[in-house]
């Protein structure tokens, strides 16, 4: 039975699969497969799972659940599949409690600005042009019935959830493979990511937070991840420039322009992905100074870089810098 030992004392490894989703590429990593379980089975089930979410939330797809509630007449009650109405119900929860600085009805602006479906744009847009657009916007707008998961389409509401859809595919990914049995994983769509378990000997899955600086990419943290979820947003991947100007993908529903203050980037750390997507696209809008404030009231661990002359300096919330120091240890 010497063969059988052998195989039993084989290395465990770490299995990878990636793929592409949301205009972005999703990776998964796990440890052990358990029993009965491939890894072409759970890819097949991967790739369902993130079609059926971008089916559902893609502003992309003219055929897709959210583009069909963006195109629905005027006082027309639209019932929801349940991944969609989950994450429009969270997202109306945030846009209250920050005060609209998080808006799922921002799309209007999002596409005027060039950062949706709509081709890019070299410059800013007209006055006039948002001030048209501004009368679409306000999550105020929307109501929503709790019986049904139906949501109302005011006229003119037109949703877009990518500012949390990425976390939220990363959180049914992670939920699903957890579901299967797999007990250590490690999943990644367009940089937010969520980890569970630990690597083949035991050490803990680690993630690298950049410094993001003119021309130089730093190591500013490595993390060591157990059963958390990381997010960032910034400005320094998604934007345009005009003239001297920077125009961020990220929009303040409130005055209609891309954010314009020092913050580079902000990363949230949280159990579920939805969640820190959402309060790191909430946090970039609100800036460095309101937004720690807010996020300590809440006790979130966030992670603001500004921009400070010709460096960047951090900002570290208290529960951050717990977090990151308890998990750091042995
Ligand atoms: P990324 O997509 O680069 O990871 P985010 O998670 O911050 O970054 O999402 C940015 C996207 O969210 C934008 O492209 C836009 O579609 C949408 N968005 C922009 N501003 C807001 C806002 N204030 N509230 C909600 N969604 C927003
Ligand atoms: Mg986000």
């Known amino acids: 039975m010497l063969w059988l030992l052998a195989s039993c004392e084989q290395p465990r490894q770490i299995h ?40 559902q939330m893609s502003t992309y797809r003219p055929d897709s ?50 950062f949706g479906p709509d081709p890019k744009r070299d410059k800013p847009p007209l006055a006039a042009e948002l001030e ?20 109302l389409q005011p006229g003119g509401a037109y949703v877009d959830l990518s500012a949390v859809a990425k976390g939220y595919a990363v959180d049914k990914v992670a939920d699903l493979l957890i579901g299967l049995g797999v007990e250590n994983l490690l999943v990644e769509i367009g940089g937010e990511l969520r980890a569970h378990g630990a690597k083949p000997a035991g050490q803990p899955w680690k993630v690298a937070i950049e410094k993001p600086l003119p021309g130089v990419r730093e190591v500013a943290h490595i993390l060591a991840m157990k059963d958390i979820a990381i997010a960032t947003s910034g400005d320094y991947r998604n934007y345009f420039q005009a003239g001297e ?11 209609g322009y891309p954010v314009d203050h020092q913050v580079v980037s902000v990363s949230v750390l949280h ?29 979130l661990a966030v992670l603001f870089m500004v921009q400070s002359g010709s460096t960047v300096e951090e900002f570290a919330s208290s529960a951050f810098r717990r977090l990151v120091t308890e998990e750091a240890m042995p």
């Open 132 to 151: 048209a657009v501004q009368a679409r916007i306000g999550y105020q707008r929307l109501s929503w019935r709790d019986a049904d998961q139906a949501l």
């Open 16 to 55: 990878l699969l990636s793929g592409e989703t949301m205009g972005t590429t999703w990776s998964v990593k796990v440890v052990d497969l358990p029993a009965g379980v491939t890894l072409t089975s759970v890819r097949e089930d991967i790739e369902l799972l993130l079609e059926s979410i971008n089916r």
């Open 271 to 299: 159990p579920r992905c939805a969640e820190a997507d959402a309060l790191a696209t909430a946090l970039t809008v609100m800036g460095a100074e309101e937004g720690m404030v807010w996020a300590e009231a809440r006790q």
């Open 245 to 255: 100007r920077r125009y961020s993908h990220i929009i303040d529903p409130r005055s």
């Open 65 to 114: 659940d959210i583009s069909r509630f963006n195109q629905a007449e005027a006082g027309s009650w639209q019932i929801l599949p349940a991944d969609f109405w989950r994450v429009i119900r969270y997202s109306l929860q945030l846009a209250e409690d920050t005060d609209g600085a998080f808006d799922p009805t921002v799309g209007p602006l999002v596409n005027l600005w060039g």
